[in-house]
């Protein structure tokens, strides 16, 4: 296949109301496509929400962005990078997970992400909520056999312990349970974005304790984003590095569409900006979650959350 059979079918062509979506109108490539071996950052998409605590609907987030996200064009505006000329970019479509049985879809989702890692393929998840990126990150932990750092940009820690009673895993704890599993270095993870009432300072004693970096709001809006995303890119170092952003990261005046707003965050240009910044690093996979389609009546954040995947895919550009 030559180059151009891996670049979006331009608005030119086909107009971008019409045809059938896929992430970026990229090339579809499912499980069992010979194509698979050719590609080098697929696109995943895992509806699924049954680790929500309070509102669900992030299930419906996939097929929001790739409906969304038809109107995201080749050439990045700011930067003029063509990912998806440098790139073999796909979409390998969604993982089938149970919406009942917490177990089989969790294992559903780690076994779709290990076989695009058999074949050399970066992911970048699409949620679904937040306990989805637990699957990414122990199939990578096992394909890889180290840990390695994160950059995490969001409203939340996600560092409890399981909650109801310490026997269910949810959206609050992916990140904790990665730690303790031996998929994350803490001492090369960052945080920042994290605001608004909580339960107690647990996520982030447990945080400090075991070395995470954890810059909150305050000190965020303080010192400035540019200054944030230096000590991000800092702390990842020259190792791999995954990169996590929950959509709630952003104010709820420019994202509402999810299940756990909290107000106070970025912009959305600032927003964009933090990811921009991360251009360099060694990602080996990232993931855009939490956006709640139900939540969501102007379609805005499923367009913020498809630029959004964009300026990821442009930072994974080597």
Same mark, same amino acid.
């Given at each position: ?88 970019? @796909?979409?390998? %479509?969604?993982? &089938? ?6 177990? *089989?879809?969790?294992?559903? +989702?780690? !076994? ?121 890119? @800092?702390?990842? %170092?020259?190792? &791999? ?6 959509? *709630?990261?952003?104010?709820? +005046?420019? !994202? ?63």
């Amino acid at each position: 296949m030559t180059t151009t059979d891996w670049e979006p079918v331009s608005g030119a062509v086909l107009p971008r109301y019409a045809g059938v979506p896929s992430f970026m109108r990229l090339p579809y490539v499912p499980e069992g496509d010979p194509r698979r071996a050719e590609v080098d950052v697929g696109l995943i998409g895992m509806p699924w929400d049954g680790a929500t605590s309070n509102r669900p609907g992030a299930r419906h987030g996939p097929r929001g962005l790739r409906d969304a996200s038809t109107m995201v064009r080749a050439m990045h505006g700011a930067t003029r990078q063509t990912p998806f000329k440098s790139m073999r970019c @796909a979409d390998m %479509g969604d993982v &089938a997970m149970s919406p009942v049985d917490q177990d *089989d879809a969790l294992a559903a +989702a780690e !076994a779709a992400v290990a076989g695009m890692l058999a074949h050399d393929i970066r992911p970048v998840m699409v949620g679904g909520d937040h306990l989805c990126t637990l699957t990414v990150l122990r199939a990578l932990r096992k394909h890889r056999g180290e840990a390695f750092g994160l950059v995490l940009l969001d409203s939340h820690t996600d560092l409890y312990p399981p909650y109801f009673g310490g026997k269910t895993l949810t959206h609050g704890n992916p990140f904790r349970q990665a730690i303790e599993e031996g998929c994350l270095d803490p001492h090369r993870t960052f945080m920042a974005g994290m605001r608004g009432t909580s339960y107690n300072k647990e996520d982030i004693d447990y945080g400090r304790d075991k070395g995470v970096h954890i810059v909150e709001i305050e000190e965020c809006m303080a010192r400035g984003w540019a200054s944030v995303m230096e000590e991000a890119r @800092a702390v990842a %170092g020259a190792g &791999a590095t995954y990169v996590s952003f929950d959509i *709630d990261f952003i104010d709820p +005046a420019f !994202a509402p569409g999810t299940g756990t707003p909290e107000v106070g965050g970025p912009t959305s240009f600032e927003a964009l900006q933090c990811v921009r910044a991360l251009r360099g690093l060694d990602i080996i996979g990232a993931d855009l979650v939490e956006v709640s389609p139900p939540f969501d009546p102007s379609g805005g954040t499923c367009w913020l959350g498809a630029s959004v995947l964009f300026e990821l895919i442009c930072a994974m550009e080597r």
